[in-house]
């Protein structure tokens, strides 16, 4: 389930994740600046909100919602991000948007993804690693560990 501030507006979500607001000073005290306002406005357009700054997230369709959850992390400009099935209960259509958003990340955030759709996953990797009981099993191209006799059996059945 993403973790978002159901009863805070997209906007609100997105401005206490901004780095500067930490503090309990910071956040009592604090002032919107014209950049963290632009920053907000910046995220929401990567992750299609632009249009929902004012709805408040529990309104939020399940996609919208991870995204958000996404955005919230992009506020903190972070350099890696951790997904555990990102796309999990998103419609094909959020799916393929979701593959786009990650991809639009290349170069500025290195992405390590946990994730069972195949097809989203030969969208948006470079390496693929196959796991099999807490060990690697295959590691490559998408390509590559699809031919890879160890994970045809383990994965398909023979």
């Excluded at 607001?21 to 919107?32: E, M, N």
């Excluded at 259509?93 to 979701?98: L, P, R």
């Excluded at 807490?134 to 031919?147: F, I, N």
């Amino acid at each position: 389930n993403p973790s978002t501030y159901e009863d805070l507006s997209v906007f609100e979500n997105l401005e206490i994740s901004h780095p500067a607001q930490r503090g309990i000073l910071d956040c009592l005290f604090s002032r919107r600046t014209a950049e963290v306002a632009e920053r907000i406005e910046t995220v929401a357009a990567e992750i299609y909100l632009t249009e929902h700054l004012r709805t408040k997230a529990g309104l939020l369709s399940h996609g919208q919602k991870q995204w958000l959850e996404i955005g919230m992390l992009l506020m903190q400009e972070p350099q890696l991000l951790l997904l555990d099935e990102p796309v999990a209960g998103m419609t094909d259509e959020e799916t393929m948007k979701s593959a786009d958003l990650f991809l639009s990340l290349k170069g500025r955030v290195s992405l390590v993804v946990v994730e069972h759709d195949m097809d989203f996953v030969a969208k948006i990797a470079n390496k693929v690693t196959v796991l099999h009981e807490g060990s690697v099993l295959a590691e490559g191209s998408m390509d590559t560990v699809q031919k890879d006799e160890r994970v045809i059996e383990v994965y398909l059945g023979r």
